[in-house]
C-alpha cells in the first residue's frame, strides 16, 4: 500500500469520526421520552431538559408532600422548576403550587401533556410554580 493511499484513509476515516460527533446529540440535551404508565415532570418546556418519574404504587396511588426533598435527573432540585408533565398513566395527577398539597392547583387528567408557560388563566400554575403533588384516581 502506499502512502498515498495510506494518507487518503486515515483522512477518510478522520471525516467520518467529526461528522458522527458533529450529528451526535449531547445526552443532556437528549429528551427522556415517558413511557405508558408514568408520570413525567420536566424541566423545560416541551418535555425536554432533566426528568423527574413520579413514583408511585401498583394501585396508583402517589404523593410527593414536598419538592425541595427530591431532584431531577441531573441533579437540579424539583421545587419551582417545573416547566411541562406528561401524564402517561391513568391516573390524575394533582400539582399545588405550595408544599403539603397547598395553594392554588391544577389538575392534569390521565393521558394528557401540560406545558407551563404561563400563559394561562390566574388561577393555574405557571412556569416554575410546582412544589407538591398527588397521583389519585
Avoid at 413525567?40 to 410527593?64: I, K, W
Avoid at 403550587?97 to 405557571?126: C, H, M, V
Amino acid at each position: 500500500m502506499t502512502n498515498r493511499n495510506i494518507i487518503k484513509g486515515v483522512f477518510g476515516a478522520a471525516v467520518v469520526v467529526a461528522g458522527m460527533v458533529a450529528v451526535a446529540a449531547d445526552p443532556a440535551q437528549a429528551a427522556y421520552v415517558c413511557s405508558k404508565g408514568e408520570v413525567c415532570l420536566y424541566e423545560n418546556y416541551n418535555r425536554t431538559g432533566s426528568v423527574f418519574v413520579v413514583p408511585f404504587g401498583r394501585n396508583g396511588m402517589g404523593q410527593l408532600r414536598e419538592f425541595r426533598d427530591h431532584q431531577f435527573f441531573n441533579g437540579t432540585n424539583l421545587n419551582d422548576k417545573v416547566s411541562s408533565v406528561d401524564n402517561r398513566s391513568d391516573h390524575l395527577l394533582t400539582l399545588y403550587r405550595n408544599g403539603d398539597f397547598k395553594g392554588p392547583y391544577e389538575w392534569i387528567p390521565a393521558n394528557t401533556k401540560r406545558e407551563f408557560s404561563g400563559l394561562r388563566l390566574p388561577t393555574q400554575l405557571r412556569n416554575d410554580e410546582a412544589s407538591s403533588l398527588i397521583v389519585s384516581y
